[in-house]
């Protein structure tokens, strides 16, 4: 089976700065590999032979890096944006997107097997596939609960909630585009509420593995220090 990807590299990685003044966030690197190669060596051992890249910050630099994707023997070519589009409405500029494709955030260090996440998606016929990640929230305060009158009715020391979170990797059939409006800035959350409007939900899957964005300095660090020890679980070299 043939896969394609699609991944959204155009942010300016504002969170990261100063480090982004002179690199865009997807080249930033982790170990010896920026994290944007880290993604692509992955989708390659996943068997994705054709990869676009969707740009506008500092494009050229990341162009100059990956060029046609020769070096790593996959396709790699570019979708560039000369405005900011927002997650989904960048895919619109890509005009020979298959029936079923990933997408996919440049700056996340995951050990999700690409390759099951693809075809799970494609088996099931849904119209969107998000992967999830379960994550825990702790609130340092104790937490009181009043009536309508203000009268406490309930305390609680310290609770923890848990959430199901988006891990910016997503599986998408063709029919999804024809809720896209035709041009202009298009994000996931309005996707997802547009989706649930038409009553034609998302699938969610869960995944219980590594997953880290690197879009903030302390994750970005944690990344640095946990990629070498943890290396054997992201890439196959």
């Not at 155009?10 to 969170?15: E, K, L, S, V, W």
């Not at 900011?84 to 999700?112: E, H, K, Q, S």
């Not at 944690?222 to 990629?227: C, D, G, P, V």
């Amino acid at each position: 089976m043939s896969r394609r990807a699609v991944i959204l590299a155009g942010g300016q990685g504002t969170r990261l700065r100063p480090y982004t003044v002179v690199l865009p966030k997807p080249l930033m690197p982790i170990g010896e590999y920026p994290i944007l190669e880290v993604i692509v060596r992955q989708l390659i051992s996943a068997d994705f032979t054709h990869i676009t890249m969707a740009v506008n910050h500092q494009a050229e630099i990341i162009k100059a890096f990956f060029q046609d994707g020769a070096k790593w023997g996959v396709r790699i070519d570019y979708s560039l944006e000369d405005r900011p589009l927002g997650t989904m409405g960048a895919l619109n500029l890509i005009r020979d997107l298959p029936d079923n494709f990933l997408v996919m955030n440049g700056d996340i260090l995951t050990d999700l097997d690409f390759a099951a996440f693809h075809d799970s998606h494609v088996h099931r016929g849904d119209i969107f596939t998000i992967s999830a990640k379960n994550r825990e929230h702790r609130i340092d305060y104790g937490v009181l609960d009043t009536d309508q009158q203000g009268m406490l009715c309930g305390f609680r020391e310290k609770p923890v909630a848990n959430y199901q979170v988006s891990m910016g990797v997503y599986m998408l059939s063709s029919r999804a585009i024809a809720h896209f409006p035709s041009e202009g800035a298009y994000g996931f959350d309005q996707l997802m509420l547009d989706l649930l409007a038409a009553k034609k939900p998302a699938f969610v899957r869960p995944f219980d593995g590594y997953w880290l964005d690197i879009g903030r300095p302390d994750d970005y660090a944690l990344a640095i220090e946990e990629f070498e020890s943890m290396r054997h679980k992201f890439l196959n070299d």
